[in-house]
């Protein structure tokens, strides 16, 4: 990442700059006036950066430079990420100036690709209402026979060949692709086209014309099956779209390629990096995970814990404000970005008791790590009994799973809007 501008002392209304105690070492190089950026590093590859608590305590709206050395409020409180997902002044509309993008890459979704999340009500009321039969708890329960064979066939390839063997490629990675293909029509033969592509489309390293070229390659992928589907309709979403809206004209082609951009991409990375996140934090805590073994009925309740206590969403949802808004005693103006932190939110010492430790048995269920307010996330339910199925077989099946390299050796994706693990290498 190229070097930014200083960061300034937090403007507004906020005039005292934060103090630094609790030890945190990044209010303590900005009162020192040293230059700053975010993201930060974190310290604790299964842990957010340490900086946010100090944030939360003394400093819960922070302004920050981000990449394009553009300014925007960096929120770390859990009320005040419930606050401002709930409040319609916040928009999510990618196109309006200020929006605090993540990267270049990002502004690719200013033209005719924008996804779901981000639009605003009237538009993305419009479209959520197309899709969300699709992801109904009803619906997704009904699957869960489906998804425990692929998770089953997947466990006795890997136990056929024996290990050491790379959880993330050979398991993570393959089941939610698998599942999200099924869902939507897609051949899953071409699942290395497009999970090279959603790659360059999650990185915040990306460059503009390498998200353009991914974005168009996809999306001509996705328009050319799109129209296979209308000469010949099967039993999936996008079969169902064609038939029903896009036949109708209640929704467009390209409309179409958008959304299921959108479902495809997100369908798959974020659920593969949690399997792999969340198998590697169970190998840390194995009492917990024998427990888990023993009484399998703990399995959904472990599942929030990890969603909480991991969240791999770690770079914010981003918003800009439309008119003044004040929280409590702090006003954000009408213009500016904000990136509000689930990750932060979730380790929040007022909501969550002793935050910074695993426990299967926390009731962990208000957890944000799926968002909040109207766009909260359309696949949660199927992002939750994956996890469920995926996680509880690992430990039913393989109980002696373990890592195959030394921890210090493991890279993580800090590059990644979604972060996770690039390889698990496991023995059993």
Not at 282 to 294: A, I, V
Not at 306 to 324: K, P, S
Not at 366 to 378: D, I, N, R, S, W
Request: glycine share 6%; proline share 7%.
């Amino acid at each position: 990442m190229n070097e930014l501008p200083e960061l300034h002392a937090a403007g507004g209304e906020q005039a005292d700059p934060p103090s630094v105690g609790h030890g945190c070492p990044w209010l303590a190089a900005m009162a020192a006036g040293q230059p700053l950026a975010f993201p930060i590093p974190r310290t604790k590859p299964l842990d957010p950066p340490a900086e946010y608590a100090g944030l939360r305590a003394e400093t819960p709206f922070l302004k920050v430079r981000l990449w394009d050395g553009k300014e925007a409020w960096l929120v770390s409180r859990y009320e005040h990420f419930r606050a401002i997902l709930s409040d319609p002044r916040f928009s999510a509309d990618i196109t309006r100036p200020n929006y605090p993008t993540i990267s270049a890459g990002m502004g690719v979704a200013r033209g005719k690709y924008r996804s779901l999340i981000s639009m605003d009500p009237p538009e993305h009321t419009v479209q959520r209402r197309m899709i969300a039969g699709e992801f109904t708890i009803k619906r997704i329960e009904s699957m869960r026979p489906r998804l425990q064979a692929i998770v089953d066939d997947l466990i006795d390839r890997m136990l056929a060949r024996g290990g050491p063997a790379d959880l993330v490629a050979d398991f993570a990675l393959p089941f939610p692709s698998l599942a999200i293909c099924e869902l939507l029509g897609v051949p899953y033969a071409d699942h290395d086209f497009f999970q090279s592509r959603a790659r360059i489309l999650v990185a915040h390293t990306t460059t503009t014309e390498q998200a353009n070229a991914a974005t168009v390659e996809l999306c001509d992928y996705l328009r050319s099956l799109i129209r296979e589907k209308d000469r010949n309709p099967t039993d999936d979403i996008l079969s169902r779209l064609v038939v029903q809206r896009v036949r109708t004209g209640a929704m467009s082609e390209e409309e179409l390629v958008g959304l299921s951009r959108f479902l495809l991409v997100a369908g798959h990375e974020t659920t593969a990096n949690m399997t792999a996140m969340g198998a590697h934090l169970l190998m840390q805590h194995p009492e917990q995970r024998q427990e888990l073994r023993d009484e399998p009925e703990l399995m959904p309740q472990a599942v929030e814990e990890l969603l909480r206590y991991l969240d791999v969403t770690h770079l914010g949802r981003r918003r800009v404000a439309t008119e003044d808004v004040r929280l409590g005693d702090h006003l954000i103006r009408v213009g500016e970005g904000v990136v509000v932190l689930s990750v932060s939110a979730n380790r929040d010492e007022d909501v969550f008791e002793r935050p910074d430790e695993f426990d299967i048995h926390r009731e962990a269920r208000h957890h944000v790590t799926f968002g909040y307010g109207v766009h909260q996330c359309l696949g949660q339910p199927l992002a939750r009994v994956e996890l469920q199925i995926a996680l509880g077989t690992l430990i039913r099946r393989m109980p002696g799973l373990r890592l195959a390299s030394p921890m210090e050796s493991l890279h993580f994706n800090e590059d990644m809007f979604i972060y996770g693990l690039r390889a698990l290498p496991v023995q059993w």
